[in-house]
């Protein structure tokens, strides 16, 4: 049973920056493309920053040059550092392959606030 966990998330202010992290179980990912997805306060959930089983990256243009996704296959993790959050960074955080085909898990929240 496959199944996403993703922590690190917090209240922080403009500017300040987060490490969000997601381990995943029931599954090796190695071989997968993952991808870090957000969901604003009453809003569709979109796709932030995925990156292939080689390392290549691609990222929203609402966040490229302030988050950098990474992933760690010995420990079967991917982690999102995101630095200069802005307000409209809101959002609860899903890590997932880029089209959401594994069991979402529970998320983490962020919230950017002065």
């Known amino acids: 049973q496959v199944q996403l966990v993703e922590s690190g998330g917090g209240l922080v202010q403009p500017g300040e920056s987060l490490r969000l992290s997601c381990a995943a179980s029931?599954?090796?990912?190695?071989?997968?493309?993952m991808a870090w997805h957000r969901q604003p306060p009453g809003k569709q959930r979109e796709l932030v920053a995925a990156?292939?089983?080689?390392?290549?990256?691609n990222y929203a243009d609402s966040v490229k040059g302030r988050f950098t996704i990474s992933r760690d296959n010995a420990k079967n993790m991917v982690f999102l550092e995101m630095n200069s959050l802005k307000p409209e960074d809101t959002a609860v955080y899903y890590c997932?392959?880029?089209?959401?085909?594994?069991?979402w898990g529970q998320g983490t929240r962020v919230t950017v606030s002065s």
């Open positions: 997932n392959t880029p089209t959401g085909a594994l069991p």
């Open positions: 029931g599954m090796i990912i190695r071989l997968t493309s």
């Open positions: 990156i292939t089983s080689g390392g290549s990256t």
